[in-house]
């Protein structure tokens, strides 16, 4: 907690001899010199030594911690680390940070960053949050992107839903499944089987199981399939053959139908 230095000599060079276990420490903090009074207002440097003993206080400078910036199943941006100055709050270090330089991540939108690399919009930093004496790594939170799925009526009168949203990745026909009937779309004559993807699609390519939602809004198309209706065959005072009614598709000709008798 002393050193001596001789009447008129350098009192850097005497604190310069100093060894590594003799200087101060401070958490966070590095050792940038001394100074004659308690700021760095009067850093010692070509200072000589007078003829009375004297104090000099130790000055001090934050230490900066690398953040490093983990996409987290994103694209990095142009920046991957920062620098943050021990006790300096991290949130507003981070808000500096400029569009491209944040990860991007196809049918998501990036909310944050995380101690966490499971976090949710929960787990991100808050104000409250200031930098430590080590390095450390966040990791960007995540949210789905939900696009819109228009619901064409094909031919047929609308629902109460014309248009629903879906998040990247989520199943479509889950989400469809869960209209209610008054949702979906009616047609005189005709059946309303599902949705396609094409608007003359059939029974065949109606929405799977499988199918799941792109990062781009898509339009899905009813598939209609005819109504078929009982035509009565009365014999009309004459004796009635083995068949006594056939059905015939809604619009398509009944003579077709009868003449296949």
């Known amino acids: 907690t002393s050193i001596k230095v001789a009447f008129d000599e350098s009192i850097k060079a005497g604190l310069d001899l100093l060894a590594g276990n003799e200087l101060p420490t401070r958490t966070g903090y590095k050792l940038i010199g001394w100074s004659t009074t308690r700021d760095k207002s009067d850093l010692i440097t070509d200072n000589k030594m007078g003829a009375n003993p004297i104090t000099v206080y130790a000055i001090w400078e934050k230490e900066e911690y690398t953040i490093t910036l983990n996409a987290n199943g994103g694209k990095d941006g142009t920046k991957t680390s920062i620098q943050v100055p021990f006790e300096d709050n991290i949130k507003d270090a981070l808000d500096k940070l400029q569009d491209d330089e944040k990860p991007t991540r196809e049918g998501y939108t990036f909310i944050g960053w995380s101690r966490n690399p499971q976090g949710t919009a929960n787990d991100i930093i808050t104000a409250n949050e200031t930098m430590g004496s080590s390095p450390m790594t966040l990791y960007a939170v995540w949210e789905k992107v939900e696009y819109t799925i228009t619901l064409n009526a094909n031919g047929g009168n609308a629902g109460n839903t014309t248009s629903i949203k879906v998040p990247f990745e989520d199943n479509i026909k889950d989400a469809l499944d869960k209209l209610q009937d008054a949702d979906k779309p009616t047609r005189d004559g005709y059946t309303f089987v599902g949705w396609s993807r094409n608007p003359q699609g059939t029974a065949n390519d109606i929405i799977t ?15 209609w399939e005819k109504e078929e209706y009982e035509v009565t065959l009365d014999a009309n005072d004459g004796v009635a053959g083995t068949k006594t009614s056939i059905k015939v598709a809604f619009d398509e000709s009944i003579k077709a139908g009868l003449d296949l008798l």
């Open 209 to 223: 199981a499988n199918e799941t939602m792109g990062s781009s809004p898509i339009e899905l198309y009813a598939v």
